[in-house]
């Protein structure tokens, strides 16, 4: 009718793009203040209590035996964010450790072995991403619960890789592929270096980019992310491929670490010390938020807390019940803290 107003349909709500302040990380680090209590108190007792504790070669202990854990909470991270959780992850880690001594230690690759060590860093990993692509698949187009859809390769993952070695230990001496592992630029652990890149790059991701805006709107109301015009399925396709590809990676190191390769033991329970990192960071198991400072505290928290047992010679039988103590007083918290928000 004359008169009327035409309405254009609206694209896809994208959030404003703005520089990361000091203000940003205040807020971050003041969000996290309780895990940061924590994780003060811990090393303010060990300094005092626990011989040698300041000792740079401690400080490289606690950090290398961290640092897979920080690389694979970093994707967790993101899937819990979402209103999910991804099982999968140490299977995953399996996965792509079977895969890259079989690559390098191919005899097609004698004659140029710095190819085979190029391959064995990438399509270990990407295997691990497709896999983690196939955990977004099932959630996203055969509507399987998370925990669910995840299940599948935590219990089939490790199959895969028993099945792809035989269930055969592989050992190798590579100096060039363990340096991902055992490599010590300017006296730092490489792969210390590597954890703290990728953490950069997920507080990045998370706090400045549309898709990490995108990533707490699926998690906090997935269907009014749907109404806005947020593509949720492909969110959701994304970070479980992301955690996939932290997995493989983290897989890679652990390997090049025992300079060996057992589809039995790489990655066990990593799941379970991803999951607690996150929890205990403070990211809400329910989604819409991601702490990725608070994860890496976290996971800090935990393998303090086990070093600080262990020093003292309590079994480590006794350091899981701890653990395990904490992580379920996290949570607890967690539910009250977000009930009064």
Known sequence: ??????????SPARPARRPLAWGDLWADLHAIRVSLLILAALLLFNALLTP?????????????????????AMGMTLVIATGGVD?????LMAI???LAPLLFLNPAFAGAPALGVALAFVLPVLAAGAFGLLN?????????QPIVATLVLYIAGRGIAQVITNGQLQSFTRPDFSYIGLGRPLGIPFQVLLMLVIVAVTYWAVRRTVFGRYVLAVGGNEQAARLAGIPVARVKLAVYSLSGLLAGVAGLIVIAINSSSDANQVGLNMELDAIAAVAVGGTLLSGGRAQVLGTVAGALIIQLIRYTLLARGVPD????????AIIVA???LLQRRGGRS
Do not use: C, D, W, Y
């Open 1 to 10: 009718m004359k008169g009327e107003v035409q309405t254009v349909p609206s």
């Open 136 to 144: 977004g698949v099932f959630v996203t187009r055969l509507r399987l």
């Open 317 to 324: 039988a006794a350091a899981l019940m701890v653990k395990a």
């Open 330 to 332: 996290a949570v607890a």
């Open 96 to 98: 792509s450790g079977v």
């Open 87 to 91: 099982l999968s992850v140490g299977s």
């Open 52 to 72: 040698n504790f300041l000792s740079v070669q401690t400080l490289n202990v606690n950090l290398t035996q961290v640092a897979t854990t920080v690389i694979v």
